[in-house]
């Protein structure tokens, strides 16, 4: 039975560039180079263009192919290669010098020994670029051939530093950096990159980008992902976000040597600057019907939301051992830009507190679940139901965050202390979370009028009754 390709022939048949993209999984920029660098089998057709047989692709991608063999049970590896004194290892000669120890010319020498574990680990032994000796394990190296593998990219990578050669990354999936991305910088350098980072790379970049390498992503890649997206019907501060971290990590792939032209391709396209705060202030009327339809354990969470503008996860993992009554202050540590911060008690809040202590607490936690004895994981049903029944709409719970800031604002406290209470790193994300309303705005512009003295626009000086044209500009 003869084999089905992609467009439905024979292994004889021929396949276009798409389709060849598509069988080998990479972007067709790909292909045309390779094409150009007469990698890969191909035919040129004229006044049909480049044509390709999938029986030679596969011929091709056979050749390529490296399977290492890898050791079945490392605990019970015996240590000797009888009758192999010498071998050859990727046309690297290795001399056997005992039966752990195994010379290869102009690198150093590799050996292996058994931890007390009965693990077998590799040894790598050579000489830096200051002629200092280095010997240190091989993580992860299961064979010979991989301890040789790494030895010369060692000596390598010591030649580089020693004459200042730059040598270009070999290409790499962006699925593949992806994961190198999540593993050794978001998940080192970010608290929130599993609800985030993780989350918008599994579910929304790598499906789409997945197969490119990073070198193919080019920026009109990344605009047709975003129509794809608002056609899909994700918001335009969804699309942002996924762009904003997209962005971040092209950055760190040109940081770490990923792509030479040093060029990131998402700053080419343009990003929705919408406004992503979603302003909800909470009037008095509304928290007292809210107070009123909430549960005890709900009632003192959103208390304590309202009166020091702490976030979700900081209310709910707030621990007794970080809540002072006696000073009256709460200390926030683990935060979101890990800094610590005081917020002071008033009296309304100290009230509640010194309720739930009485109370006792086995997990040691604020806000303790009494049916699991541990803390709240979320409390977003309760609150959902609550605003229902109080009916009050469109209120988010971190929009008791912004009625503190707000309030506080409008109390006459100044920015840089509400940016110290909430725990911001910058004042430009203070402003953001307190807006003055239009009636603050217009009691200000009222100001003026207490002075006694305002100008039309037709040059006309009004003071306490009395008018008189004057000129708009004056050489005085």
């Known amino acids: 039975m003869r084999e089905k390709t992609l467009n439905g022939q024979g292994s004889g048949g021929l396949l276009t560039v798409y389709e060849t993209a598509i069988y080998l999984k990479c972007h067709p920029q790909t292909v045309y180079k390779l094409v150009k660098e007469k990698k890969i089998p191909f035919i040129e057709l004229e006044g049909i263009g480049l044509r390709f047989r999938e029986s030679e692709l596969r011929s091709w991608i ?5 399977n290492p063999p890898i050791l079945n049970s490392t605990k019970n590896l015996e240590i000797s290669f009888p009758g192999c004194a010498n071998l050859e290892v990727g046309g690297l000669k290795l001399k056997r ?9 102009g690198y150093g020498s590799i050996y292996v020994r058994k931890t007390k574990s009965g693990e077998v680990r590799w040894y790598v032994d050579y000489f ?20 040789v593998v790494a030895l010369t990219e060692k000596v390598r990578m010591e030649f580089d530093k020693e004459y200042g ?95 030479e032209d040093g060029e990131n391709p998402v700053k080419k396209v343009k ?7 979603k302003e909800r202030i909470l009037t008095v009327d509304e928290e007292e019907r809210l107070l009123n339809v909430c549960s005890d354990y709900l009632k003192a969470v959103v208390i304590t ?21 006696e000073n009256r202050k709460i200390k926030i540590e683990g935060t979101k830009t890990d800094r610590v911060r005081f917020i002071p008690i008033n009296d309304d809040l100290y009230f509640v507190l010194l309720e ?79 807006h003055s309303n239009q009636k603050l705005t217009k009691e200000a512009v009222e100001q003026l009028t207490k ?22 500009y004056s050489n005085n």
Request: charged share 30%.
């Open 356 to 434: 739930l202590k009485e109370k006792g607490s086995h997990s040691g936690y604020v806000f303790e679940n009494s049916e699991t004895g541990r803390a709240f994981k979320d409390v977003w049903i309760a609150f959902k139901t609550a605003c229902r029944r109080a009916g009050i709409s469109g209120l988010r719970f971190h929009d008791l965050r912004h009625t503190f800031a707000s309030r506080l604002i409008q109390a006459g406290v100044d920015i840089i202390t509400v940016k110290g209470l909430l725990g911001h790193s910058s004042v430009r994300t203070t402003e953001r979370y307190t």
């Open 62 to 66: 056979e050749k390529r192919s490296y």
């Open 305 to 325: 939301a309202l009166h020091t503008g702490m976030r979700r996860g900081e209310v709910l993992g707030l621990k007794w051992q970080n809540v002072d009554l």
């Open 165 to 259: 050669i730059k040598r270009r990354k070999s290409s790499i999936l962006f699925k593949d950096f992806a994961q190198s991305y999540l593993e050794d910088y978001a998940k080192v350098n970010k608290r929130g990159w599993k609800k985030a980072d993780q989350s918008y790379f599994k579910v929304h970049l790598i499906p789409f980008f997945g197969e490119f390498t990073l070198e193919d992503v080019n920026p009109h890649d990344i605009e047709r992902f975003k129509d794809l997206k608002q056609k899909a019907g994700y918001s335009k501060d969804s699309i942002r976000c996924y762009l904003t971290i997209l962005k971040r990590m092209f950055q760190i792939a040109i940081d770490w040597g990923y792509l």
């Open 451 to 472: 002075k006694g003295i305002l100008f039309s626009s037709h040059g006309r000086q009004t003071e306490k009754g009395k008018e008189a044209l004057i000129p708009l």
């Open 128 to 147: 830096d670029r200051k002629k200092k000796r280095v010997r240190e394990a091989v993580r992860f190296a299961q064979t010979l051939k991989e301890a």
């Open 271 to 277: 990003v929705y600057q919408g406004d992503s705060l």
């Open 97 to 105: 010098i005992n039966k752990v120890r195994w010379n290869l010319a």
